[in-house]
């Protein structure tokens, strides 16, 4: 993103390269992880999303 002024950036450049090696490399597997834990969740719920909504609501408004 480019909305980060380049102060922060540089900030947060000199925090990450403080860690060592093994820190950063644990940092970005767990990041990794979640990320791909975070898109097949949204995978899932687009895979399981009725194909007609309209009629979904329809039956659920008959039970009202």
Known sequence: MNDTPQHIKEIQLKIWLSKSPGERLKQFMEDNASLFQFWNAAQKKVDHKAPDSKTESNS?????
Do not use: E, H, W
């Open 60 to 64: 659920t408004d008959s039970l009202l």
